[in-house]
Each structure stands twice: as structure tokens, then as C-alpha cells.
């Protein structure tokens, strides 16, 4: 299982994104995700996701992929 991180703006689209295999480290990465958004981009409808998927070929292209 792939652990995917995404921070996404109003629009939909990713800001950035991290993927890695490692659930503790995942959600650790999640929880920074969540915490450094600011008051303003949470109004403002950004959002810190934490998903997963089966395959690499899954994981956006423009993620970090970390491979622990």
C-alpha cells in the first residue's frame, strides 16, 4: 500500500504531494500538512488529504515518491 499526502487548493489542484509506503511516517507528513496551513488558506478552501493506493502507477506524477 502507497501512502499518498496532497495539499490542495480551492481550485483542485495539488500543491504538493508527497507518497511513501511507510503509514507512520505518512501520517506524520499528513499532521505537518494539516498544521501548516494557515487560517486564511483553510477559509479559503485549501485541504490537507491523506489517501491510498495500490501501485506507484497510481501516485500523481508530480509527487515526491519516497521509497520508506
Request: aromatic share 8%; net charge negative; with cysteine.
Amino acid at each position: 500500500m502507497i501512502w499518498i499526502n496532497e495539499q490542495i487548493d480551492p481550485s483542485g489542484i495539488i500543491y504538493s504531494c508527497i507518497a511513501c509506503c511507510d503509514e507512520a511516517q505518512a501520517q506524520a507528513c499528513h499532521q505537518s500538512f494539516q498544521d501548516n496551513l494557515s487560517d486564511e488558506q483553510i477559509n479559503s478552501g485549501w485541504i490537507a488529504r491523506l489517501r491510498t493506493v495500490e501501485s506507484w502507477d497510481e501516485v500523481p506524477v508530480n509527487a515526491l515518491k519516497l521509497s520508506y
